[in-house]
């Protein structure tokens, strides 16, 4: 007789929300989290995550502790309780930051996205999701020059796509943290 799976409960369902909470919050699709759980350490596929996320798959103390690292929060984060005393990094990252304000200011200077090009929309999310990262505190994992070199190249595409000329009123690059 095979054995009967173990239920998942009120906790490992906390946890399952939790991660994908953090996930989503980030901007991150859950093969880009499964890979860099995997560079924490702990091997993880898009598969498995998935399991993981919709409560399908209980998580061990070696999975929690990589998720942990990869999500740039203390594992307690995760869990069921008081996080009030457990400050979440991203979370302060989230507000705009000097580089993200200057994106945002740049995208509302275009105007009606839609208007430009049917992929001016998307274009926008990935800058304003990059400055995030670029605004982000060094902890959770970022690579400065890396995000930098991305944002500029996906302002650069979105500008394109406007019929005029940006002003060029001041010659600092938006994706330089200053």
């Known amino acids: 007789m095979a054995a ?28 880009y989290l499964a890979e860099q759980v995997t560079a924490a350490g702990r091997t993880m596929s898009t598969s498995v995550l998935g399991k993981v996320e919709s409560g399908a798959r209980r998580v061990d103390v070696d999975d929690l502790v990589a ?56 274009l926008a999310a990935i800058a304003v999701r990059l400055a995030t990262e670029v605004d982000a505190p060094v902890s959770l994992g970022s690579s400065l020059q890396g995000l930098s ?9 979105l500008r394109s796509l406007s019929p005029e000329e940006p002003d060029d009123d001041d010659d600092d690059d938006l994706a330089s943290p200053d």
């Open 67 to 122: 998720i942990a690292a990869a999500l740039g929060v203390p594992p307690q984060q995760l869990l069921p309780g008081d996080h009030d005393a457990v400050p979440d990094p991203f979370e302060a990252a989230s507000a705009p930051g000097q580089v993200k304000a200057r994106v945002l200011e740049d995208i509302a200077a275009l105007g009606d996205l839609e208007a430009l090009d049917i992929t001016a929309p998307t």
């Open 149 to 157: 070199k991305e944002l500029r190249q996906v302002l650069a595409e």
């Open 4 to 31: 009967r799976a173990i239920q998942i409960g009120e906790a490992g369902e906390h946890l399952a929300a939790a991660i994908a909470a953090q996930r989503q919050r980030r901007g991150w699709d859950q093969r």
